[in-house]
C-alpha cells in the first residue's frame, strides 16, 4: 500500500513531534520520519512524506530518502499542498493520503483517492510502534472491538473498500 503524507501536517498532529518543533524545527522533522520509517519496517508500506518548501527552500522540487521513506520538498514558490495534489491520482487505487487540511482532503477526494486524518493516522501509528515496542501483535495493541447490538446493514461498495485500505494501515 502506498501512503502519501502532509509531512507538517501530521507533525502538528503529533504531540510529541510538535513538543519538540517549538525548541528544534529539524530534530521534530527528524524524529517524525524515525518514526514513519519503525512504521514502514513494520508494515511493509511504500511511504511518501511531502514537506514545505515554498519559504526558504530551494528553487527546484528536492527528493531524497530518510529511514526508507521517501521525503520530498517542495520547491520555493510551491506548497506542499500542491505536490500532493500533482501526486493523489498516482495513489488513488493502491493507498492513502493522510491529511486534516480541509481544502486538501475535498481535492484530493475529487481525484479518487481515500484520505485519512493526521490525528487518526497518528493514533494508527503510535498503535502500531507500542505494539512493537511491548512485543504484541496488531490484534492485542487496542484494537477491541464493541460488541455489537441491532441489526446488521451491509455497508456500500465504496464504504468497504475504504475500510478495507484503512485496515491495512
Known sequence: MRILIDGYNLLKALPECRALEALD?????????DQLGRYRWLRGHHLTVVFDG?????????HARAY?????YSKRGEQADAVI????PQVAHQGVVVTSDRALVS???R????????????ERLARAL?????????ETAGDVQPKRKGAARRP?????QRERKLRNL
Open 25 to 33: 524545527p529539524d530534530g521534530a522533522r527528524d524524529h517524525l520520519l
Open 54 to 62: 515554498w519559504r526558504g527552500g530551494q528553487p527546484v522540487e528536492r
Open 68 to 72: 526508507g521513506v521517501q521525503v520530498i
Open 85 to 88: 495534489r500533482r501526486l493523489a
Open 107 to 109: 481535492e484530493v477526494q
Open 111 to 122: 481525484s479518487g483517492a481515500e484520505v485519512i486524518g493526521s490525528a487518526d493516522f497518528g
Open 130 to 138: 507500542f505494539a512493537e515496542e511491548e512485543g504484541m501483535d496488531n
Open 156 to 160: 456500500s461498495r465504496a464504504e468497504r
